[in-house]
């Protein structure tokens, strides 16, 4: 079975941090996010990989490569970002041969069972309620369950079961002779190419599509969900929760991770903190956030804060999100 990744989003939700990487890469819980969804699907049984790539779209090929020289696949380039449809179109001439196939949105990381997902017969799509169901692809369904319609952020939403990034569809064929239905209106119409309406367009035309309800899902576009995803992924990766312990004239609060030659001298660290390589933390109190590589942090108390790679910040208390290569000084 093959797997579609879309990676290739500005994620203008996430800047400063996507001026300089994209979005998949963003670390959490220490591996950036396009490895929870590639260990995901592989331990799922999915052996074929296609990435759509596009903005800083290099950075990812390079990850891959380097950290998944095994995995086979296969990259498309979307130019021009016409939508979700647009993108999954692009695919056409790797997939048409294909009876099924798996999306999964290149920011989200759902806590599912992926194997059983997998394994359902026919199209079934992943699920989940929401409070707000306008920022997102809605479904409702018959009284049997099965889906019947699919709107694309509907501004006054007639259901609250919201599409969770993840598709499987059994008719592929169909779903690229829907999409090229829908490209043909939406560049007559100058707008995006919605997979929401190849999808409504396939179920008008006869297919069905089931459900498939996630326990939770994390759409990590935003800090806020970031740093959650962040704690609920630490909390499942760090078998010490709960037990605090000292190193280095540091008290660390798990669940805490941390990459290669961090260096930590009479700080506290944690709860909730992901560290990437060369951390250097001293005098300082970190919870609750997300630090990435060779980033020094001196005599500040940072909460709920995202910092880039590389950035240097001495003297402060305070909520941040700041990108690659910035130094912040509040000492004096």
């Known amino acids: 079975m093959k797997a ?5 989003g500005a994620g203008v939700n996430l800047r400063p941090h996507t001026y300089t990487q994209p979005k998949p890469l963003i670390p959490v819980a ?20 296609v990435f759509i790539l596009g903005y800083l779209g290099d950075k990812i090929k390079n990850y891959l490569t380097t950290n998944y020289p095994g995995l086979n696949t296969t990259y498309v380039v979307q130019d021009d970002r016409k939508g979700l449809g647009h993108a999954i179109l692009l695919t056409k001439d790797i997939i048409k041969d294909e009876e099924d196939i798996v999306i999964l949105l290149g920011d989200t990381i ?42 694309e952020k509907p501004a006054i939403p007639k259901s609250n079961m919201a599409i969770a990034g993840l598709y499987k569809i059994s008719d592929t064929p169909h779903l690229i002779k829907a999409l090229e239905k829908v490209y043909k209106k939406a560049t007559a119409e100058n707008r995006e190419v919605h997979l929401a309406e190849g999808l409504m367009t396939m179920i008008q035309a ?44 540091t008290i660390i609060i798990p669940p805490v991770i941390y ?7 009479n700080a506290i660290i944690g709860p909730n903190v992901t560290l990437g390589d060369n951390v250097h933390i001293e005098n300082s109190f970190i919870s609750d956030s997300i630090l990435g590589d060779y980033v020094q942090i001196s005599g500040a108390v ?5 910092i880039g790679n590389d950035a240097s910040i001495k003297g402060l208390s305070q909520s941040l999100n700041i990108g690659d290569n910035n130094e912040i000084d509040f000492s004096n």
């Open 206 to 249: 006869g297919s069905k599509f089931k459900t498939y309800e996630v326990s939770r899902w994390y759409d990590c576009g935003k800090k806020d969900i970031l740093l959650e995803t962040n704690k609920m992924l630490l909390a499942q990766r760090v078998s010490d929760v709960g037990t605090q312990f000292v190193y280095n004239h």
């Open 110 to 151: 759902i806590d599912m069972d992926m194997k059983e997902f997998i394994q359902m017969k026919g199209s079934v799509l992943a699920t989940q309620k929401v409070k707000d169901p306008r920022q997102f692809g809605v479904i409702e369904v018959d009284k049997e369950g099965i889906v019947k319609k699919v709107v």
């Open 259 to 265: 990459g290669k030659s961090c260096e930590f001298t």
């Open 4 to 8: 579609i990744i879309p990676v290739a």
């Open 302 to 306: 940072l909460t709920k804060s995202i």
């Open 30 to 49: 220490g591996k950036p996010i396009i490895s929870f969804i590639i260990d995901q699907l592989t331990d799922a049984g999915v052996e074929e990989f």
